[in-house]
């Protein structure tokens, strides 16, 4: 049994930043990567970052250079700072953790980036 608890999302303008942070507890056994996912109205769901045992992270194109990825004290804990968001990144972000035995989500946390 895996739970991950979010938090930080909001209403954010552009130029601003936000931190969202995800906290996984749980039978956590081996554990392969942890990340961040979010999904717009009409788009699938698609990769923002994510970070593995290992602490390699992995970057969307399309955020690069503004949101950046790590993890907390606890290696179930994790962030997503997001710095200059922009209204294309508005979206519903999940947070997701990847063990050897399966895939676990959260529930998803509202982003939306307006002026």
Wanted: hydrophobic fraction near 30%; charge should be positive.
């Amino acid at each position: 049994q895996v739970q991950l608890v979010e938090s930080g999302g909001g209403s954010v303008q552009p130029g601003g930043s936000l931190r969202l942070s995800c906290v996984a507890s749980g039978s956590i056994a081996t554990l392969y990567a942890m990340g961040w996912y979010r999904q717009a109205p009409g788009k699938q769901r698609e990769l923002v970052a994510n970070i593995n045992n290992f602490n390699v992270k992995n970057y969307a194109d399309s955020v690069k250079g503004r949101f950046t990825i790590s993890k907390g004290n606890a290696e179930t804990t994790l962030y997503l700072q997001m710095n200059s968001p922009k209204p294309e990144d508005t979206a519903v972000y999940y947070c997701s953790i990847h063990l050897q035995h399966g895939d676990y989500w959260g529930q998803g946390t509202q982003v939306t980036v307006s002026s």
